[in-house]
């Protein structure tokens, strides 16, 4: 969401390298995902770097390792000497080839990341942007203007973990298997079943939602399979059940780990067999839908408290889908707030037409633990508390209570765990120690653009160590297909 302003000015690199073709190179992947938004300075070495970076301020930093050598000796110390001349700027050191000593170096002497030549043209974009919107520096690196339209059926977003979401959806979407799609509150759950029942054969038949954790449990199986006349008191005519009103299209059952341990039993059933039975009758109807279920919460965890039927699971983690939170695609939150912006400035008959350019930093810097509801309840709020034509820093603060209440959470239990003896000390919730090593990893993976090798050296630990956690937790949370859940 980017203001006519940000777009004008675009973004200043600095490229050092002293090898003409890898600049040429360099210069067609800036072309190819910055368009014309972008100034570009180069420099043969370390000395015309420095010397240039006493008076000019930069954006990026693309500072080749090999042509540091005349700023100073070991390159640990040369690199140190570039980036305390551009504090306020992103500094990417790249390398011919992928050395972890040299990665390790380059970091430690406070560079940003670490990439090896030549660059991939689709990472390029998407990594800086991340590194962008992790180190602060979200506004000036969000390349240029990106329409705020679905990118696919209703999803908005085109990040590298997202053209993954929809390829999976394009290939699992003729099949009428169960689907089972996980992620955190508001990342997009319903709008991925909807868009699998679009992309499929059944998209002329219903798509029939049911949220378990919405109706009571003594309601929920008349909800699903229907109540016949005269099953209970105020049954006063037949009544088909969700999976009949699904017929030939989509059932989705949204927080299905919210379901009722004895309803799980019934469902299994209605899965093996194809049929349902009314509440108060006897008489099996079969019925053709494709069940997509949905949950925030882990099932591993929810199987191993009992509360949660492992063969029911089995039964529907068939094609699993995992959403990425929005913090993991930084590069799709301005794209969101942009389309959700024009939608309610529409609705509200305002003059919105964009953000500061400091604004446009701190929405792209937030964590959104809500994700994309929480973003787009945010926007709304904006639009319908204030007037145009830009959305500022102070109106950000105003209608993001969601932050403002964590961070008062936060401050009252700091002061209570202070002030309590040791024995209460545990009223404080603290995240398990796997979920603790998880968090740490995916820092490193993410710092490396997802190199284990790196990572690991970072960490100081063996890269088997990291595969090995890895795939224990993908049996713990079945979180999603392949190594892409882990890249935070």
């Not at 080749?64 to 110390?77: I, M, Q």
């Not at 017929?247 to 039993?265: H, T, W």
């Not at 009223?427 to 090593?437: F, N």
């Amino acid at each position: 969401m980017h203001s006519k302003t940000n777009i004008d000015t675009g973004m200043d690199f600095l490229v050092i390298e002293n090898d003409p073709v890898a600049f040429r190179h360099l210069q067609n992947q800036l072309h190819k995902n910055y368009g014309e938004q972008y100034r570009l300075t180069h420099v043969h070495s370390g000395k015309q770097a420095t010397s240039i970076l006493r008076q000019t301020h930069y954006d990026v930093i693309l500072a080749d390792v090999n042509s540091l050598g005349d700023v100073a000796l070991p390159l640990e110390e040369a690199m140190s000497k570039i980036c305390r001349l551009c504090s306020s700027a992103l500094v990417i050191a790249l390398s011919e080839g992928s050395s972890i000593s040299c990665a390790v170096d380059t970091m430690r002497a406070g560079a940003h990341d670490y990439m090896t030549k030549p660059i991939n043209a689709r990472a390029f974009g998407d990594r800086i942007s991340e590194l962008g919107q992790r180190h602060g520096h979200a506004r000036a690196l969000s390349s240029y203007e990106k329409p705020g339209k679905p990118q696919f059926e209703g999803f908005i977003g085109a990040s590298a973990q997202m053209k993954e979401i929809y390829e999976q959806i394009e290939r699992i979407a003729p099949s009428a298997a169960p689907v089972f799609i996980t992620g955190e509150s508001g990342s997009g759950k319903e709008v991925c079943a909807q868009a699998l029942h679009q992309r499929s054969s059944r998209a002329d038949k219903p798509f029939i939602a049911i949220n378990c954790s919405a109706i009571p449990h003594d309601l929920m199986e008349g909800e699903i399979f229907g109540v016949a006349k005269g099953a209970y008191t105020g049954a006063d005519k037949d009544r088909a059940g969700a999976a009949e009103m699904a017929e030939g299209g989509i059932l989705f059952l949204d927080e299905i780990g919210e379901l009722d341990v004895s309803l799980q039993a019934k469902l299994l059933r209605f899965l093996q067999t194809g049929t349902v039975t009314r509440i108060g009758e006897t008489l099996a109807r079969s019925v053709d839908v494709r069940v997509i279920c949905a949950t925030n919460r882990n099932p591993m965890q929810l199987i191993a408290e009992k509360k949660f039927r492992e063969d029911l699971f089995y039964r529907l983690h068939v094609l699993p889908i995992h959403l990425p939170p929005l913090r993991q695609r930084p590069s799709d939150i301005l794209p969101l707030a942009n389309s959700f912006l024009n939608l309610y400035a529409q609705e509200e008959n305002k003059d919105f037409s964009g953000s500061t350019p400091e604004t446009a930093n701190l929405i792209v810097s937030r964590e959104w633990p809500g994700n994309v509801r929480q973003l787009q309840n945010v926007i709304r709020r904006m639009v319908i508390m204030f007037d145009g034509p830009e959305i500022s820093a102070t109106m950000l603060s105003a209608a993001d209570i969601e932050t403002r209440h964590a961070s008062m959470n936060h401050a009252s239990v700091s002061t209570v765990s202070s002030n309590v003896t040791p024995h209460h000390s545990n009223a404080v919730a603290i995240d398990p120690m796997w979920k603790q090593e998880q968090k740490i990893i995916e820092t490193a993976l993410a710092r490396y653009n997802g190199n284990i090798s790196m990572a690991a050296a970072a960490l100081e630990i063996s890269p088997s160590t990291i595969y090995r956690k890895k795939q224990a937790w993908e049996q713990m949370q079945v979180d999603t297909i392949g190594a892409n859940a882990f890249v935070a």
